[in-house]
């Protein structure tokens, strides 16, 4: 039991929130070893984490851009998929008790 207790808690994805630009996602704690890639005109980012696998769409110069959050061995993966070549910029910064990680997203 003391044990568990002097532990770090695990890095968990609490929520994703859609923006204008791109997407949030909140974590409990600070995300480490963010990896990112641009391929194909595909943004897409990974990082070690616990979260759910959700997907959605959101609207980036009136054009719709599909993002997908997927679970691959115990990496959590970003994937943000448009019409068009898509670039992304990442920004991490501590909010309100928990991590904000903000992925904001241009057309080539």
Known sequence: MIGRSLQPAL??????EVTERGLLLWFNEEPQGIRVAQQQGRFS??????GRAQQGQLQLDGRPVNWRLSKVDRLLQLQVVAARPLTGQWYLAPLEGRWRLRVELAQE
């Open 11 to 16: 890095l968990r994805l609490e929520q994703v």
């Open 45 to 50: 980012l990974s990082l070690p984490s616990l």
